[in-house]
């Protein structure tokens, strides 16, 4: 399959065009009940669902395990147009395809391919990354959640903290220290069954934005997990969980891309239709320079966030574009929705017209996969190379 280069970014194919344009319509649907699923922190269930259907849940995992097969592009393409309307569905979409498929489809075994992937992108059930602890968010070195090796299975206790899909995801990939005088070297990546005995899900926490997801802390207590629900070799959970945050900085790229993409759309619309000293006030310069900025920032945004799935795409190294997106398209998020705000005047401050929302749900787009500081890290790290 054709797909966009690290040196054409500009040229979508046929079948990526197709793909925006399929999540662009079931996008527009996403408006009904939106602002209640966010008042109420309500699972999007129906939506999810519909969005396995579409295809949306397991995009890049080949069609052999039942995925659409589709490139980076197209799923950065896809989780732009749904995140204009709900990022809570895009963030529950993004976990599944980029942390525990992606994840799953490259490390796991056959067995593990098959009993999970299928279920996984159809949306019949969902998955969850636990990664972060009470001392251990972007030192995921730090790891105080132990998996004691007991032969035949893994010992698994402790806590993890501010997992997306943390009491509707089925399996959870689960990060946990085997080896503590190892360091990062003694870290293993374990699939953790929901009904298995010991495994406690906390009540989901009640959040500034994305409202609609559901997270929450888990709790493990002498759970036995099977020696064959290791993905990798004894020691490799530390890479397995670089490798996947490098492609779920991607996802997360595109999420900010698509709630400043949806904030400009909105402050475009309201402009033209709101009147002030007798004329619209797109016609107000002030007002211009604000959408001048909005919309060049978005741009500059998007061909970060297409250049980093091609470099994916394509197998070249993908840890500096990736970083560089999700630093630059966050920042460009929640500049954007701070300015829908603005442009919508005592408007904007009110539920029924959406851009305090998207203000609500661009903060964390700045904070999981890595803060900004984490990514200027990664970034320096690579051009001091």
């Known amino acids: 399959m054709q797909t966009a280069t690290s040196t054409n970014i500009y040229q979508l194919t046929e079948e990526q065009l197709a793909v925006r344009d399929a999540a662009r319509e079931f996008a527009q649907e996403l408006w009904a009940g939106v602002i209640e699923r966010d008042d109420h922190q309500k699972f999007p269930t129906e939506q999810v669902k519909k969005m396995g259907e579409l295809g949306f849940m397991g995009m890049m995992v080949s069609p052999e395990y039942g995925g659409s097969g589709l490139d980076t592009v197209s799923y950065v393409l896809a989780m732009e147009e749904i995140s204009k309307v709900d990022a809570s569905c895009s963030v529950i979409m993004s976990v599944n395809n980029s942390l525990v498929c992606w994840g799953l489809e ?4 056959e067995e593990q391919k098959q009993k999970y992937l299928p279920r996984l992108c159809s949306g019949e059930i969902i998955g969850a990354f636990a990664l972060s602890e009470p001392e251990a ?11 004691e090796d007991m032969g ?4 698994l206790n402790g806590t993890k903290n501010w997992i997306t899909n943390g009491t509707t995801a089925s399996v959870y990939l689960v990060i946990a220290q085997t080896n503590p005088e190892l360091k990062s070297r003694g870290i293993n990546v374990l699939i953790v069954d929901k009904d298995m005995p010991g495994f406690i899900q ?11 997801s559901d997270t929450c802390s888990l709790m493990f207590t002498d759970v036995k997990v099977p020696k064959e629900n290791r993905i990798g070799a004894d020691g490799f959970g530390f890479k397995f969980a670089m490798q996947v945050l490098a492609g779920g900085r991607i996802g997360i790229a595109a999420q900010a891309l698509g709630i400043a993409s949806g904030s400009l759309e909105l402050s475009l619309k309201y402009a033209k239709e709101r009147k002030a000293f007798g004329v619209e006030i797109a016609k107000h310069q002030a007002i211009q320079f604000k959408l001048a900025d909005m919309a060049t920032n978005v741009d500059a945004a998007r061909m970060l966030c297409l250049q980093a799935a091609a470099d994916k ?24 929705a701070v300015e829908a705000v603005q ?11 959406h851009v305090e929302r998207f203000m609500r749900d661009a903060k964390i787009t700045q904070i999981y996969e890595g803060t900004s500081e984490i ?7 690579e051009i001091l190379k």
Do not use: W
Not at 152 to 155: E, F, I, N, R, V
């Open 313 to 336: 795409d394509n197998h070249d190294d993908y840890a500096k574009s990736g970083a560089m997106a999700k630093l630059f398209a966050s920042k460009v998020a929640m500049d954007s």
């Open 152 to 155: 035949d299975h893994y010992l």
């Open 375 to 381: 990514q200027k890290i990664v970034i320096s790290r």
């Open 202 to 212: 906390g009540p989901k926490e009640n959040k500034l934005g994305i409202r609609g």
């Open 343 to 353: 442009i919508h005047g005592g408007y904007g401050f009110v539920k029924e017209y």
């Open 137 to 147: 968010g972007s030192d995921a070195t730090s790891q105080r959640t132990t998996a």
């Open 106 to 109: 490259h490390y796991g075994t």
